[in-house]
Nanobody, 118 residues
Framework: QVQLVESGGGLVQPGGSLGLSCVAS????????MAWYRRAPGKERELVAV???????NYADSVKGRFTISRDNTKNTLYLQMNSLKPEDTAVYYC????????????WGQGTQVTVSS
């Protein structure tokens, strides 16, 4: 059974930094693209950043220059480094991955809360 487990959320002051991690378990499998999404209170879920298996990266305009997505394929782990955090970054952050075990499917983590507040 494939699972994605996030960690690293918490409370941080505006201008601060926070790092998120997401570990995929349930090998053997092949991980394709991985991404971070977020859902702020009262808003739709939005894509924050995506990284392909080949390392191509795209960011939402709202986080460009502040967030960095990366992955360690040897550890089946996805990362999100968030700098210069703003109150509007407050949301539940979800890890997402396209994984082929028997068939190619989309998997989601349980979410981790990030709160930016003074």
């Amino acid at each position: 059974q494939v699972q994605l487990v996030e960690s690293g959320g918490g409370l941080v002051q505006p201008g601060g930094s926070l790092g998120l991690s997401c570990v995929a378990s349930g090998r053997p499998f092949t991980i394709h693209a991985m991404a971070w999404y977020r859902r702020a209170p009262g808003k739709e879920r939005e894509l924050v950043a995506v990284i392909t298996s080949g390392g191509r990266i795209n960011y939402a305009d709202s986080v460009k220059g502040r967030f960095t997505i990366s992955r360690d394929n040897t550890k089946n782990t996805l990362y999100l480094q968030m700098n210069s955090l703003k109150p509007e970054d407050t949301a539940v952050y979800y890890c997402n991955a396209e994984i082929t075990k028997l068939v190619r499917e989309t998997y989601w983590g349980q979410g981790t809360q990030v709160t930016v507040s003074s």
